[in-house]
Nanobody, 120 residues
């Protein structure tokens, strides 16, 4: 079993910043890619940002230049620093982690989500 615990969501005014965290724990042998997705009401889930085990990153077009993804491998944690937030960033943000378990099974794990609300 692998558990993901997200934190850092909340209410912020447009132009403000938030930092999301997602810590993975459980039967982890190694962590491969990590990332953040978001889903706004009435919309499909979309990629926000991803980071590979080697540290390569990719971002959704709408957040490039404003959001930064990083990871702390010692803590099995991925972060999302969100700056210059806009009302259209309002969504539930989900952590996604690709884990090799101690049984050498590859698991694609999702967090329950944390709500980010940006007021205008």
């Amino acid at each position: 079993q692998v558990q993901l615990v997200e934190s850092g969501g909340g209410l912020v005014q447009a132009g403000g910043s938030l930092r999301l965290s997602c810590a993975a724990s459980g039967s982890i042998f190694s962590i491969n890619a990590m990332g953040w997705y978001r889903q706004a009401p009435g919309k499909q889930r979309e990629l926000v940002a991803g980071i590979t085990a080697g540290g390569s990153t990719n971002y959704g077009d709408s957040v490039k230049g404003r959001f930064t993804i990083s990871r702390d491998n010692a803590k099995n944690t991925v972060y999302l620093q969100m700056n210059s937030l806009k009302p259209e960033d309002t969504a539930v943000y989900h952590c996604n982690v690709l884990v090799t378990t101690t049984n050498f099974t590859l698991m694609n794990c999702w967090g329950k989500g944390t709500l980010v609300t940006v007021s205008s």
